[in-house]
């Protein structure tokens, strides 16, 4: 209240320090001033703030009123319209399922045309292996083989052979001491004593629970010690990605578990690394005797990169790994340029081979249909509208019957029928050869293309033109074209100049009715649209129940949402919103 | 869209039996939704499988969904909800697959898990390499294959018997119906483009065999009605509206001898598919094991056979074949009507899974843009 007077919101009503305390309190009766000049009431809060709650209740009880609708919206309507369109930009499976590799890949020059070094191998082995464990290595490649062929079957056959890459390590280790195949050596030696590496086992959960899309957050019942952590890193956490995965996957005890194959690889490349096997001669912990002996082991030569390509040749190709590098990001606008027929690369985009490229071709055809169809309901509805508009009552609720009876008819009934009726062997094919008007060998096509979708959906969107130019045209008074008249207007003049400028508003809500449902509809298309006359949702609807890419269906999807709030928006600056009635 | 038809067991039998079975199977649930593909697919499954499961359990309730068309779609929608309230999915080879590598199958043991063959040879051996992935229980081979009308043959000439005949607009004029999707109208292609059968793929694989293909396909494109329901083709013979056209030799079945149409089957370079069940992943205990239970008795070699009484699919044991037997309304004998009965399974493909795993969004795209131009 004490800006009051500077700023001076209330000086119109509210009573200013100058007209006194007097004056406003007898006026208002129980009301006071406060100290510095501000109303207050009885209980000594000021006016104005007393005034801005009784407000606020009032805004309240009327939100509260409408809470159960606009939760309603907002839960089903709006949140799965968000968390769909999202996915559209969506891309963390890449870098949560090979997290090693992603990170290590940020690296590599992929213009020289040179595939990635050996870390980016090692890593993509274990990586893989831990994916291929909790199976989430085929989603990975059913992602990304829609980027480029092939994928797919290179994820799932390699992760079936990631096993006997290991093997080549384990072995040797097994041969020189049986020991190296019990649970309980490997979870003794890696728990060690002293410290604990918990950082580890932290760093490894959150992993995991990325890589599952899980929140498991249990203690593992292990923890690698520091001194082991710090000499052997690479046994450390593939051993530890063992023991969280036991334990959250398998729910087993890791004491109990032998490891995977990738954990006797990961011994083998510590050991392999220079100045480990001083670290290890000079450590004391439990197991160290058995540590100490297989450091003298002859491995055979860490050689990650002619192991993959052994498994499939493509991952000594350079495509494959473009493809990786391009697709890391945790965002990618890849589905936005795929769903106008570009292709993302690894600097910037480029057009796609011109026999791949369809979205253009589907949103124009679908655009420009849609137009068609929104005309052609014009011209048919109006006449009718006009009819209904001018008939007694009575005779009007039962057209009006006529005109509804289609809203209470399944919609695949109405698009079959047209088939029966379209078709060659069609009624009206029967008919124009029995009248003598089409020879029996020529009978016309006239469905399985664009004017079967055009004509079909005409029909089934017509009560949507109809209802609205009717129930406009009720409200123009008959006296406006009979005073035309009067003053020597032509029946034509009088239409046009007195009597169609008022229907505009009908015209306007019924095309923005059919317009935006038609640039939506699927089922008639695919039923009576053949090759050439399929829309845009068509290719969205077997996105998300054929190919699964939801992620291009939502990009598609989002670019149709983006269109029609475009049109409305130039609708509204070019007719204006304000001409549209309903009614 | 979604029928749901409960079946359910009563008199007073139920709750005897009941009583005696909840006793011993305590942690069984008492009912399974099933998930098929409706129409008279799923009632051959409701007689040959549910209904006499019923019969023994009668405290089980069976629901049925017709969602298998798009089950793969929705199973991922269920995942990502946590809520999967489908308990036994049939689907296509080529869908259980892409569940299997979404972890949204559950893998299976076939020795564990499915009956022995009556004469002890096991599951594995007796569906031997029908089973094409490890989330998946084949039930029936059934092909795509053509059906033309017998008469729009034009005079003097023989009816087509080859495959090669779809793209002879010469000598067969007349309108086509394929599906429109690449998959089998590409090899179909290539076999009558000069390509031999075992380097169909290969072939396919290149940018210029993809090329080659469509090339051929363009050349009866005017001519083409393309559908996307196994509905369509059998309307289409149905009316006249084609003179040939491919679909489930089932659907032809129903054509030829059940509605009485003057059709007939070509079985030629018929591309057998598989049908079959997977198990959602992650379900509860107690539904886990009732479904278990059912696809062990579902399965079986009785059943599977039984299954062919109602619908001209093979069944997917080699143990059935001999025990498949007459149908059980026209009573006429199944054997011929088989797409694995050696008289038409002269010159067959076999729907090549991983191939089109891979190459399934690339071709897709350049066949929908060919579609488009």
């Known amino acids: ?583 | 869209m979604k029928l749901n038809k409960i079946l359910l067991a009563s008199s007073a039998l139920t709750v005897a039996g009941g009583l005696a079975f909840a006793a011993s199977h305590a942690e069984m649930a008492d009912s399974m939704t099933l998930v098929s593909w409706g129409g008279a697919y799923q009632s051959s499954q409701v007689k040959a499988y549910s209904e006499p499961y019923m019969e023994m359990h009668p405290e089980v309730s069976v629901s049925w969904d017709e969602s298998s068309n798009e089950a793969v779609a929705k199973l991922r929608a269920m995942n990502e909800a946590g809520n999967v309230t489908w308990d036994l999915v049939d689907v296509v080879a080529s869908d259980a697959i892409r569940l299997c590598d979404e972890g949204l199958a559950m893998e299976i043991d076939p020795d564990e898990d499915l009956a022995a063959a009556p004469d002890g040879t096991s599951a594995e051996d007796d569906f031997g390499d029908l089973l094409v992935s490890d989330c998946f229980i084949p039930q029936i081979v059934y092909s795509t294959t053509f059906g033309y009308r017998t008469d729009m043959v034009p005079e003097g000439v023989e009816p087509p018997s080859d495959i090669c005949s779809v793209f002879d607009l010469e000598t067969y004029p007349g309108k086509r119906s394929l599906e429109k999707r690449p998959i089998n109208n590409m090899e179909w292609a290539l076999l009558c483009d000069g390509v031999a059968k075992d380097d169909v793929y290969d072939v396919l694989e290149t940018d210029e065999g993809q090329q080659q293909a469509l090339d051929k396909l363009a050349t009866i494109k005017d001519d083409v009605v393309w559908w996307s329901a196994g509905a369509d083709t059998p309307q289409l013979l149905a009316d006249g509206e084609v003179f040939m056209g491919s679909t489930y030799n089932g659907r032809l079945f129903s054509v030829i001898e059940e509605q009485d149409q003057p059709v007939a089957m070509m079985w030629d370079a018929q591309v057998f598919d598989l049908d079959g069940w997977i198990i959602p992943a992650g379900l509860p205990e107690d539904r886990l094991a009732r479904v278990k239970d059912f696809l062990k008795f579902a399965t079986d070699t009785q059943r599977l056979a039984d299954q062919a009484k109602y619908i001209s699919y093979g069944p997917a044991r080699a143990s059935s074949a001999p025990l498949v037997g007459k149908h059980a309304e026209l009573g006429i004998e199944m054997g011929p009507h088989m797409p694995t009965d050696p008289a038409n399974a002269t010159n067959t493909f076999l729907y090549n899974y991983e191939w089109w795993a891979d190459y399934r969004d690339d071709i897709d795209a350049k066949f929908q843009a060919w579609l488009a131009q």
């Open chain 1, 1 to 583: 209240m004490s800006d009051t007077k500077a700023t001076g919101p209330q000086t119109t009503d509210a009573p200013t320090p100058d007209d006194g305390p007097h004056s406003a309190a007898s006026l208002r009766g129980t009301d006071e001033t406060d100290a510095r000049g501000g109303l207050v009431t009885a209980d000594g809060k000021s006016l104005k703030s007393s005034l801005n709650r009784a407000l606020r209740m009032q805004k309240m009880r009327a939100l509260m009123l409408i809470a159960p609708l606009l939760v309603f919206v907002l839960v089903t309507f709006i949140a799965p319209i968000a968390s769909m369109l999202f996915r559209s930009v969506e891309n963390e499976i890449v870098a949560n399922t090979l997290p090693l590799t992603t990170e290590r890949l940020q690296d590599w020059d992929g213009t020289t045309g040179d595939i990635p070094d050996e870390g980016v191998f090692q890593g993509l082995f274990f990586d893989l292996f831990l994916a291929a464990e909790a199976k989430e290595h085929t989603k990975l490649g059913t992602r990304l083989n829609y980027e480029q062929t092939g994928v797919s079957s290179l994820f799932r056959q390699s992760g079936r052979r990631l096993d006997d890459m290991g093997e080549v390590y384990q072995d040797p280790l097994e041969d020189l001491d049986e020991a190296w195949e019990e649970g309980a050596t490997w979870y003794e030696l890696m728990s060690g004593t002293g410290a604990k590496d918990t950082a580890l086992v932290a760093n490894q959960r959150q992993r995991y629970n990325l890589l599952t899309s899980s929140s498991d957050s249990g203690d593992i019942g292990f923890a690698p010690s520091s001194a082991i952590s710090e000499m052997l890193p690479l046994t450390a956490r593939a051993y530890t990605a063992f023991a969280t995965f036991t334990v959250y996957a398998d729910e087993d005890v890791v004491a109990e578990e032998d490891p995977w194959e990738a954990v006797y690889a990961a011994l083998a490349l510590d050991l392999m690394t220079p100045g480990t096997a001083e670290k290890v001669a000079a450590y004391s912990g439990p197991r160290a005797d058995l540590l100490q002996a297989a450091a003298g082991l002859d491995f055979p030569p860490a050689d990650f990169t002619a192991g993959f390509a052994d498994i499939d040749e493509d991952w000594a190709a350079h495509e494959t790994w473009q493809t990786i590098q391009t697709y890391s990001p945790k965002y990618t606008n890849g589905y936005f340029l795929n769903s106008v027929d570009l292709k993302k690369t690894a600097d910037g985009f480029e057009a796609r081979p011109e026999n791949e490229r369809i979205y253009i071709t589907l949103f124009q055809r679908t655009m420009f249909m849609s137009m068609v169809i929104t005309c052609s309901c014009i011209l048919l509805a109006y006449p009718v509208a006009w009819i209904l508009a001018n008939l007694p009552a009575r005779t009007a609720n039962l057209l009006m019957i006529l005109v509804l009876l289609p809203f209470w008819t399944s919609l695949l009934v109405r698009t079959s029928a047209w088939k029966v009726m379209l078709q060659q062997q069609g009624v009206i094919n029967d008919v124009l050869v029995w009248l003598g008007l089409v020879a029996d060998d020529a009978r016309l096509v006239m469905i399985n293309n664009q004017l079967g979708t055009i004509i079909a959906m005409t029909h089934i969107l017509l009560p949507f033109m109809i209802l609205p130019m009717y129930s406009v045209m009720q409200t123009i008074n008959p006296s406006y074209l009979r005073a035309a008249k009067s003053l020597g207007a032509t029946n034509w003049t009088a239409f046009w100049r007195v009597y169609f400028p008022q229907s505009v508003p009908g015209i306007g809500a019924g095309s923005i009715l059919v317009f935006i449902l038609s640039i939506g509809y699927y089922i008639t298309p695919e039923i009576v649209g053949g090759t050439k006359g399929v829309f845009i949702s068509n290719r969205i609807a077997y996105h998300i129940s054929s190919s699964l890419n939801w992620g291009l269906a939502a990009a598609l999807g989002t670019i149709l949402f983006a269109v029609v709030l475009i049109l409305y928006w130039a609708y509204d600056k070019i007719v204006g919103i304000d001409n549209v009635k309903l009614g």
